[in-house]
């Protein structure tokens, strides 16, 4: 079955310290990869997405993600993060084929510590 | 330009009752989608639009119907509102039907179903 696992529900990270969030996926071949953040009573947000091409994907707020076939992941990284950063964020993938559905991770909600 | 725009943004019923969640977007988009979210889920699809004139059914339609008024607006009415129809509902819409086009998000609305 299709499914998208985002294996940590909360993280806690200091302010500064560099952060990845894990998403692994289960799908028949390599999907579209998206990355969305929902800060606090907010809607979703893009952060980042990849389709082909360059495994390593840049996105906004200085986020990146990297994509490994071999592993079926597509995990999230910061270098830094900020206070800002705090927020749940949610991995998705999309089929290539006619069906269009997301595939949504069930979200790691992020708290950034002073 | 405001984006996706939801009404309301929260709203109390009790089981039985019915209503109507507006959503309007202003980006001309084509396809305009409903989810739910619930604690340790994700977003579940539960109606989408791919283009004006026409709805279809999502993972999780029961209880719920849909119009697409025009290209602008897309509703979700429940009928007679049940205790698990509690959720987050999020409105959002796209370019087009395909996985890869990004999914912009209304800010959402707080349903408790008393």
């Known amino acids: 079955a299709q499914s998208v696992t985002q294996p940590d529900i909360h993280i806690t990270v200091s302010e500064g310290a560099s952060l990845e969030l894990r998403c692994n996926y289960s799908?028949?071949?390599?999907?579209?990869l998206f990355w969305y953040v929902q800060s606090p009573g907010q809607g979703l947000q893009l952060l980042l997405k990849y389709f082909s091409g360059d495994t390593l994907v840049q996105g906004i707020k200085g986020f990146e993600a990297e994509f490994k076939r071999s592993q079926s992941s597509f995990n999230l990284r910061k270098p830094s993060v900020h206070w800002s950063d705090a927020a749940e964020y949610f991995c998705?993938?999309?089929?290539?084929?006619?069906?269009?559905?997301?595939?949504w991770g069930a979200g790691t909600k992020l708290i950034i510590e002073p | 330009n405001a984006g996706v725009t939801q009404t309301p943004k929260f709203q109390v019923l009790k089981t039985g009752q019915s209503m109507t969640l507006q959503c309007a977007q202003d980006m001309n988009h084509n396809s305009m989608y409903w989810y739910r979210q619930d604690p340790g889920m994700g977003l579940r699809l539960i109606y989408y639009s791919a283009s004006e004139g026409t709805t279809d059914k999502g993972e999780v339609p029961n209880g719920y119907n849909v119009s697409r008024l025009n290209k602008r607006e897309f509703s979700l009415r429940l009928e007679s509102a049940a205790p698990s129809q509690t959720s987050v509902y999020f409105c959002?819409?796209?370019?087009?039907?395909?996985?890869?086009?990004?999914?912009?998000f209304g800010p959402g609305t707080r349903l408790t179903v008393l």
């Open positions: 998705a993938v999309g089929p290539m084929d006619s069906n269009y559905q997301l595939i």
């Open positions: 959002a819409s796209s370019v087009g039907l395909t996985s890869y086009n990004e999914q912009f």
């Open positions: 799908y028949g071949a390599t999907p579209y």
